[in-house]
T-cell receptor
C-alpha cells in the first residue's frame, strides 16, 4: 500500500531549529513536496525534491533520500509565524500526490 | 482574479440536498484537483482532471462528480449530500510540466446536517 508517515505534533522554541521527518512507501516516485498550512488556510508550497540531497531556501531546507524513502524539513531561526502544520506529499507513478496527515508545529516564546 | 478562487467559503446543507462547489483558476494550468481534508487525515483526492474535457477518479470519489468544460473551471457536485461529506474541500491546480507544484484555493467548509 501507499503510506506517508510524519509526526503528529512537535514543539520548538522561538529562535531555535526544528527538523520534521517524513518517511514514505509509494507505488512509484516522481518527487517529494513540503507544504505549509496555517490554521484555517490553504496549503502553500515550500519545497520540492526529486533527487537525493539538500535543497536550501532561506530559513527552510529540505533533504531527501530515495533509497531510504525519507525526507526532512529543517526550519532555522524559528519565528512565531512558523506555527503551522507542515504537510509531506509524494507524487506517485501517475503524478498524483499522496499526502501525509501533517505535523502541527507549535512555537513557544 | 489572481490564482484560484472557490465558492462558497462555507455552507451548511441539509442531508439529501444537491450542492455544487465552484472552482476557477486564471493561471491556465492544465491539471485541476479536488481534495477533502478531515481532522487527523491527510488531504484525500476526490477527482482530478489533467486537461479540459477529461476527468479521473481519485482515492475517495463516491458521492461526488466533476466536469471540466474548459481550462479555468472545475466544479464539484454532491448529488445527494450525506453527513460523512462534512469536510473542508480544497481545489488545486498545477501545470503538467516541471515539478508539478500544486496551487490551492482558499477552501470551502461544508457541513451536512
Amino acid at each position: 500500500g501507499q503510506n506517508i508517515d510524519q509526526p503528529t505534533e512537535m514543539t520548538a522554541t522561538e529562535g531555535a531549529i526544528v527538523q520534521i521527518n517524513c518517511t514514505y512507501q509509494t507505488s512509484g516516485f516522481n518527487g517529494l513536496f513540503w507544504y505549509q498550512q496555517h490554521a484555517g488556510e490553504a496549503p502553500t508550497f515550500l519545497s520540492y525534491n526529486v533527487l537525493d540531497g539538500l535543497e536550501e531556501k532561506g530559513r527552510f531546507s529540505s533533504f531527501h533520500s530515495r533509497s531510504k524513502g525519507y525526507s526532512y524539513l529543517l526550519l532555522k531561526e524559528l519565528q512565531m509565524k512558523d506555527s503551522a502544520s507542515y504537510l509531506c506529499a509524494v507524487a506517485d507513478s501517475n503524478y498524483q500526490l499522496i499526502w501525509g496527515a501533517g505535523t502541527k508545529l507549535i512555537i513557544k516564546p | 482574479i489572481a490564482g484560484i478562487t472557490q465558492a462558497p467559503t462555507s455552507q451548511i446543507l441539509a442531508a439529501g440536498r444537491r450542492m455544487t462547489l465552484r472552482c476557477t483558476q486564471d493561471m491556465r494550468h492544465n491539471a485541476m484537483y479536488w481534495y477533502r481534508q478531515d481532522l487527523g487525515l491527510g488531504l484525500r483526492l476526490i477527482h482530478y482532471s489533467n486537461t479540459a474535457g477529461t476527468t479521473g477518479k481519485g482515492e475517495v470519489p463516491d458521492g461526488y462528480s466533476v466536469s471540466r468544460a474548459n481550462t479555468d473551471d472545475f466544479p464539484l457536485t454532491l448529488a445527494s449530500a450525506v453527513p460523512s461529506q462534512t469536510s473542508v474541500y480544497f481545489c488545486a491546480s498545477s501545470d503538467l510540466e516541471g515539478g508539478r507544484e500544486q496551487f490551492f484555493g482558499p477552501g470551502t467548509r461544508l457541513t451536512v446536517l
